[in-house]
């Protein structure tokens, strides 16, 4: 597996006090535990098990996730910005990874 | 090429599994959302309304169902919608994932693609700040395909 | 009055039903298919002179409304993950001559723009057709000395897509003058019509006859393969061209050729034809 990349659209621009929508993608086979192989033996869960989405320090949204996420997990959802700053997004793996992306907005 | 039997079922491992174990477990399921529901509301009866579950009424492949909650809440710092659970009754552990919103989400909302075992009631719980819960439920119809099935 | 009332409504509930019905027996969708609100795909076009069909349709028509949506946001469009991670291999240096693909071709989105929109193609020194894999494969072992990718490696399908995604929107063109393209596509055309299999089905009897019907709860399309590699829901991955044709096959219940065999590159060759004027939807989503 490739290093997973995520992907992530933010506007650039806002007005104060406005409502965005923010939509993220991450490559991830989010392997349920419940599948077989070939042989027949289970191959082990493993997951990205929680999506984090801060700015400038303050957490917007959360997400726990369960094996009954869609590979390559998509997530959208909304955040009321007053003022420039920068978003971060991170992507927690059960093996312990953690893959993050940074996004700056300009408040006007 | 020669194909068997068991490389038959080798390629359609994904799926094949997926579906087998979900009819036999399936009334434990239905007792199993019933406890998260309770776990995650504190053992209140959540009402319903207040909250919507956006999903599609047949989706083509159980794999990838898109799913959307959107909750009517001010999201102000002291009246706002702390946390979503979503649930699918008939998947062979209904967990899905946990949304959390704070004040800086602005509106209580999110969007994501779900694993359905077969046709089933996605179930989307919604707590806000005062402890109040709200529920809503969509059956989804999950399609088999063509002669692979 | 009550009465006729209750039987007012069974009328108007049999009505929406049969509405319904129609809807979704009623063949492809009359939708249009407009990339993030922007750029309109061609997904109907007039058939190519010799074509079976008065319309050749992109399978796109064929899917339900969320899967249409999916295809037409580009940002949500999974198979988007496997063109930058593509875009990735096309620019990493692989092999005994420390060569990537950028370091003969340079720039991937430049040099390969409308190049995918024109494969498959003769390939003089094989003496058969070349499609973006086998390319792919030869440039690997000729020029980078770097082992071929087996069939359906990650990066196979990640860099086909990348390749195949640079003629996005452009219409499918196979050259059938060079070589012996015209053979090929003969041999294609026979295996197209002949049944196989304990279900006795030729690619026909599904993407011909009977597409716009339902086979148990699949939507039958005209079988065009104008979006592959395409992110398939069911796999939640890319799928390359020639794993679908064994699929298809294997699901007759026939015995299914090698991929990049002699006889599907026939059939790619002849599909790919079928599809002429659609554009390249790579990667497409399907169920």
Known sequence: ?108 | MTFNRRQVFGLTAGAAAFLAVAPRISFAATEDTEAAIKAFTGGAEPVEGTITLDTPEIAENGNTVPVGVSVESPMTADNYVESVLILAEGNPSPAVATFHFTALSGAAEAKTRIRLAKTQNVIAVAKMNDGSTFIDRKEVKVTIGGCGG | MARSYKLSIAAGAAFVLGAQCAAIAGGPSDDKLVIDEEMEIMTRVAPPEGHPLDEVISGWHYRTEETRDLEADSFQNPGMLYVERGEEIWNTVEGDAGKSCASCHGDGEEFLKGIGANYPKWNAKAGKPFNIELQINACREENMQAKPYKFDAADQKALTTFIKHQSFGMPVEVDLTEGDMKAWWDKGEELYYTRTGQLNLSCATCHEDYNGNYIRADHLSQGNVNGFPTYRLKQSAMVSLHNRFRGCIRDTRAAFPPAFSDDLMALEVYVTWRGTGLAVETPAVRQ
């Open chain 1, 1 to 108: 597996m490739a290093t997973p990349k995520p992907r992530v659209k933010v506007p650039k621009k806002a007005s104060k006090g406005e409502v965005i929508t923010i939509k993220t993608l991450i490559s991830h086979p989010m392997e349920s535990g419940q599948r077989k192989d070939k042989e027949g033996n289970l191959i082990p869960r493993q997951i990205i098990n929680t999506f984090k989405c801060e700015f400038d320090g303050q957490l917007v949204f959360e997400c726990d996730m369960d094996p009954a996420v869609s590979a390559n997990p998509y997530m959208e959802f909304n955040a009321k910005v007053e003022n420039s700053g920068t978003f971060k997004f991170t992507w927690v793996d059960d093996d312990g990874s953690i893959y993050e992306s940074e996004n700056k907005i300009t408040v006007e």
